[in-house]
């Protein structure tokens, strides 16, 4: 049986659902900057929580939630991410998560969902810059000072392994000049990890809060038999997962990431004043985002490719899977796989932050949208839960899905949508915003009643 405080949720970015992006004093950030395209949105409106997030809150009342893992906007709350704090932005959150505690909803609050302050990404190139870890650990302990009194959970970074990822790690970084290196990309990666360690240091030191680093677990497995494919999806997993799991558990960068960057003579540039204080690292559970999985064959990679390159040029679709219209390969068991090798390794309580599918859905302005693919996507990756938790006594304490209440995709996509909720608007027209309950808002109800022991169907 899952505990009784178990925690039911969902979890969202700034700059996916709040718009109001010149509201009330609030700073640029990178995505305010973005261009919209033929499939995707600009950031200025999103879903307009910031002017209807009390009826959001309302939905995820009646559907059962009591957790909330949402994003301070980090501009938003310092215009320019080095300066002066805006009493403003800071009052909103003040309200957002006292409203949330009146119905009953437990706040989280991840501090960077990727949308660094325009002014730090043109200055300083964003988390190239050890000037930008310093603002970060600035304003990550004020917001815990703030709340902290009210908030007792807490993420710095989402999904911080995305660091490690060429094709991403330097947009999301907020690195304004990028040059793309190996060696640049690697400081980030400390640089990155220095600004959680610093938050959460304090927070164990000054609080009674809790933290966790997040990464985004992806799992990926041999395609064949073949040692060389087992090889790589062993490496790949031990870099791109386990190498932050272990800095947020033990404070200490990995014997395998020591050797990668001794081999390759990589300098992190980590100073020793750094590595004392990261030594200090620990994290209370261990959280992070599981939608899929994939396989790695390795004759599709060059001779000598980079690490890097392993699922960028590796990937290979599993024949034995289903695949949604994003490509995006479903597999529950895989999820149960990932607990147990995450907590056989480290021995503290788990905390998925993060599962869902996004489908491309349009509502008729009449009709209840049927998505009985999303109901029977959650009640997979639930029972792959409970059976974790149940036959493999894996201790978990919450399930967060993805925007639940439908929300523009990281790509700004608002055809890929994720929730139990609609929001009547498409990328270039936002209609009247409109929420409206899907029949997966009806089961996820059901589900959180009963405390996830009754996954069945409804009529």
């Avoid at 204080?277 to 599709?300: C, G, P």
């Avoid at 060059?302 to 392993?310: C, F, I, Q």
């Avoid at 490509?327 to 021995?347: A, E, H, M, S």
């Avoid at 059976?387 to 996509?413: K, M, N, T």
Wanted: one cysteine or more; aromatic letters at 14%.
């Amino acid at each position: 049986m899952l505990n009784k405080k178990f925690y039911w949720g969902n979890s969202v970015s700034s700059m996916q659902t709040e718009g109001g992006f010149d509201r009330d004093g609030k700073g640029p950030s990178i995505y305010d900057i973005r261009i919209p395209s033929e499939f995707s949105s600009d950031w200025k409106v999103a879903t307009n929580c910031y002017e209807q997030y009390l009826e959001d809150f309302d939905f995820m009342q009646e559907m059962g939630m009591n957790m909330y893992r949402f994003q301070i906007s980090w501009s938003r709350v310092n215009p320019t991410g080095d300066g002066d704090w805006n009493e403003e932005g800071i009052a909103f959150y003040d309200k957002f998560i006292d409203d949330l505690l009146a119905r009953g909803i437990e706040p989280m609050i991840c501090l960077y969902h990727f949308d660094m302050p325009l002014h730090l990404a043109k200055t300083y190139d964003g988390f190239l810059s050890k000037d930008v870890t310093t603002a970060f650990a600035r304003y990550g302990i004020e917001m815990v000072k703030r709340f902290g009194h009210k908030v007792k959970h807490w993420l710095t970074f989402n999904e911080q392994n995305i660091f490690a990822m060429k094709n991403e790690c330097f947009l999301v970084a907020g690195v304004y000049t990028q040059t793309g290196s190996e060696a640049e990309l690697f400081k980030i990666f400390h640089n990155t990890m220095m600004a959680h360690a610093y938050v959460a240091n304090y927070i164990h030191a000054f609080t009674d809060c809790k933290i966790s680093g997040m990464v985004s677990y992806i799992e990926a497995y041999p395609a064949t038999c073949h040692p060389e494919d087992i090889r790589l999806a062993r490496v790949w997993d031990e870099f791109i997962n386990f190498s932050f799991l272990e800095v947020f558990t033990t404070g200490q960068y990995s014997q395998f990431l020591q050797n990668y960057l001794k081999v390759h003579e990589i300098d992190l540039g980590a100073t020793p004043e750094e590595l004392i204080e990261l030594a200090k690292l620990t994290s209370d559970y261990l959280s992070f985002s599981y939608y899929s999985s994939t396989t790695i064959n390795h004759t599709l990679l060059p001779e000598n490719a980079s690490l890097l390159d392993t699922l960028i040029l590796g990937k290979q679709d599993n024949p034995y899977i289903e695949t949604t219209e994003w490509n995006w390969q479903i597999d529950p068991l895989g999820f149960r796989d990932v607990l147990n090798k995450i907590y056989t390794r480290f021995q503290i309580p788990l905390f998925p932050t993060e599962n869902g599918i996004g489908v491309i859905e349009q509502w008729d302005g009449e009709n209840q949208i049927v998505d009985d693919y999303r109901i029977k996507y959650h009640r997979d990756h639930i029972q792959a839960l409970k059976d974790a938790v149940i036959l493999d006594g894996i201790p978990i304490i919450g399930y967060l899905g993805w925007g639940l209440i439908d929300i523009l995709s990281s790509q700004g996509d608002m055809r890929k949508r994720y929730g139990f909720v609609y929001v009547n608007r498409d990328n270039h027209d936002l209609k009247d915003l409109k929420r409206i309950p899907k029949k997966s808002f009806y089961w996820f109800k059901k589900v959180t009643k009963t405390n996830g022991s009754d996954l069945s169907d409804i009529e």
